[in-house]
């Protein structure tokens, strides 16, 4: 019988790995380690000329384990197998999602460059666009998820930075709002801009969706973004960031990965492996229950608007064609709104029982925050109140516990509300 080709589920537990080079070993160890012995000078010269870049590889020669801050067996076959989610050829994890993003834009940015960036935005990747990157005399174009392409084009060519803009930089779903951008259309105008000789880049921070509920590559993205802390890793006790795309563009951002040293470690790398086996499993739960609340808190009369894609209908439009043409499924990140201001809201938060008052997402437990105070403090209040981040929104990351009682935990929460 002819083997089908096996899905990134059942990928997960072996691929990349041989047992018989780890002493019969079935899973992985951590090879804790800073540095590889060669067999021979001439091995050494060989695997030093590939990791510079000296010479092209020969038929079916691959890089040599040389030094843990290049590369370590942990993180390579981590890297592996994160390419079966996205169909990417090529993945760099470092040890953050910040240092993952950071590290992408370092490289494809220089003086004089433009990036064109959404807005809202995860918190630390806004205030490293707007404190950082402005220091190197990088100028920054935000846009409202709501604004079209053709507007923001026509924006470029009336304010003059069009032929300068080297990077396009999304999230989608924005977090907290979960409003949509379309992938296709900014691919679209970064290709307006760019040339052959001078590629304008698309690159999508896909970690509210994780690997398994959007695959932005597919829609024409360059790079694909992850804090792997979140849904990857998904147990809250792990930091680290992913970076995904073609193997041209990654062997770029592994280099200055390499000099800037933020690679993620074989510990880092031994414990997303464990994650990557239950990823799915995990994913299909969460999103499960997170239909259940979103639809329990859309009924609730102390609940003015809830922000959660599996509400979306027809009747919401272009929201709706972004979601049905772009997403594999809902997810389980909703934000919603309160009737009241911050008083309520902290009311709301002060009483939850089983879901836990903490920032991040994505992990098997439940989480609620309050983003205008907390993930997104660091925005101008004005800012914030354009965007949607009011006093009275709450984010919800739903876990994998059971739905009902999710929702006896917000319903009694609710009640406590003024």
């Not at 000296?54 to 040599?64: C, F, I, M, T």
């Not at 953050?96 to 064109?116: E, N, Y």
Request: charged share 20%.
């Amino acid at each position: 019988m002819q083997q089908p080709p096996f899905k990134p589920e059942s990928l997960m537990m072996s691929h990349g790995y041989q047992p018989e080079l780890s002493e019969g070993a079935i899973k992985c160890p951590i090879f804790q380690t800073s540095t590889f012995v060669f067999r021979s000078a001439e091995e050494g010269k060989a695997y030093f000329e590939l990791a510079y870049g000296l010479r092209e590889p020969e038929q079916g020669e691959a890089p040599g384990l040389i030094y843990s801050r290049l590369n370590n067996p942990d993180l390579e076959i981590l890297e592996n197998r994160l390419c079966l989610w996205d169909q990417a050829e090529d993945c760099a994890v470092f040890e953050s999602g910040m240092s993952a993003i950071s590290t992408a834009m370092l490289t494809f940015l220089k003086p004089g460059d433009v990036l064109l960036y959404s807005s809202p935005l995860y918190g630390g990747t806004s205030h490293f666009i707007t404190e950082v990157l402005t220091k190197f005399g990088i100028e920054i174009q935000p846009f409202a998820p709501g604004e079209s392409a053709t507007h923001i084009q026509q924006r470029a060519e009336r304010e003059g930075w069009g032929e300068r803009l080297a990077m396009v930089h999304i999230e989608t779903p924005a977090n907290p709002t979960n409003v949509q951008i379309d992938i296709r259309a900014m691919r679209e105008l970064a290709d307006r801009w760019g040339t052959e000789e001078r590629p304008v880049y698309l690159a999508v921070d896909n970690t509210y969706m994780g690997p398994l509920w959007q695959h932005p590559l597919r829609h024409g993205a360059d790079l694909v973004l992850y804090s792997a802390t979140k849904y990857i890793a998904g147990h809250s006790d792990v930091i680290a960031g992913a970076c995904l795309g073609s193997a041209e563009l990654l062997k770029e951002i592994k280099a200055l990965r390499t000099f800037l040293g933020n690679m993620a470690g074989p510990w880092t790398g031994w414990l997303l492996m464990r994650s990557l086996e239950t990823l799915k499993v995990r994913m299909e739960q969460q999103c499960r229950n997170a239909r259940e609340v979103a639809r329990f808190l859309q009924q609730h009369p102390k609940v003015e608007n809830v922000h959660y894609l599996g509400l979306l209908t027809e009747s919401d439009g272009e929201e709706y064609r972004i979601y049905r043409e772009q997403c594999e499924a809902p997810g389980a990140m909703l934000s919603f709104e309160i009737h009241g201001g911050e008083k309520e809201a902290f009311a709301f938060l002060n009483h939850l029982k089983l879901a836990k008052l903490a920032v991040s997402l994505g992990s098997t437990e439940s989480l609620a925050q309050h983003p205008a105070s907390m993930t997104h403090a660091g925005i101008p209040a004005e800012e914030r109140e354009r965007m949607g981040i009011t006093e009275r929104l709450l984010r919800l990351s739903v876990g994998v516990e059971h739905a009902q009682d999710l929702i006896w935990d917000l319903e009694q929460a609710l009640e406590q509300v003024g």
